[in-house]
């Protein structure tokens, strides 16, 4: 059976730097009826574990390190026996919110992870943190975001551990190489595509954003 994109929306807060917000956040999951991967354990780890259905968890995946991406995943973890995945560029953050529970395995660029017969490629793309990475599946048509890549530009850069240059490179040189149908599922809000975002490059370049 070919691995499929299930999609839920949580909701909580991101803390950082002394100020919390209310944010939503997407939760991706990648499998079949049998087994599967969680991008991003977000908020709410019973609601995941329904999503999953029974369904053997693999991996969580985590983009990167903020509070909000990654707040849910150690119950999770607990209740599944999934090891979580991190780049260890952010284990800073991670360990703000989880000072007694480590990651389980480490994220590296050009990584590969199969689920259900389906490759996801690690790609780090610092600068909205500095292990933010991203996740491409060829076979699926899509690249899993995380912060780095929205629908209208770049992931914030105003807080700790982050750079505008940085994801900016990363952008140009990681996503926006990526073939122009390739659907774009992001951390937060609606999807875009490679094709609807790399002609405005020089405009977010411009505008500091």
């Not at 609606?190 to 505008?207: K, N």
């Given at each position: ?45 019973e609601a995941i574990l329904e999503a ?131 659907e774009v599922r ?24």
């Open positions: 059976m070919t691995a499929r994109i299930d999609h839920l929306v949580t909701s909580g807060t991101f803390s950082l730097d002394g100020g919390t917000w209310d944010v939503d956040n997407n939760v991706w999951i990648v499998g079949d009826d049998v087994e599967a991967v969680v991008i991003d354990a977000a908020h709410d780890a999953l259905g029974g369904r053997t968890l693999r991996a969580i995946i985590c983009t990167h390190g903020h509070d909000d991406h990654i707040d849910a995943a150690p119950a999770l973890a607990a209740r599944t026996g999934a090891q979580i995945h991190l780049h260890p560029g952010d284990l800073p953050l991670w360990k703000q919110t989880h000072p007694d529970h480590a990651p389980d395995a480490r994220l590296t660029d050009g990584q590969v992870l199969t689920i259900a017969g389906t490759d996801l490629t690690v790609l780090h793309t610092p600068g909205h943190a500095p292990g933010a990475v991203c996740l491409y599946a060829p076979d699926l048509g899509t690249v899993f975001s995380g912060d780095t890549l929205f629908r209208g530009g770049p992931g914030a850069t105003g807080r700790s551990f982050s750079d505008f240059p940085t994801i900016i490179e990363s952008i140009r040189d990681r996503l926006l190489t990526l073939p122009p149908r390739t992001t951390g937060h809000g609606e999807a875009t595509t490679i094709g609807d975002e790399a002609p405005h490059l020089e405009e977010w370049i411009r505008r500091g954003h």
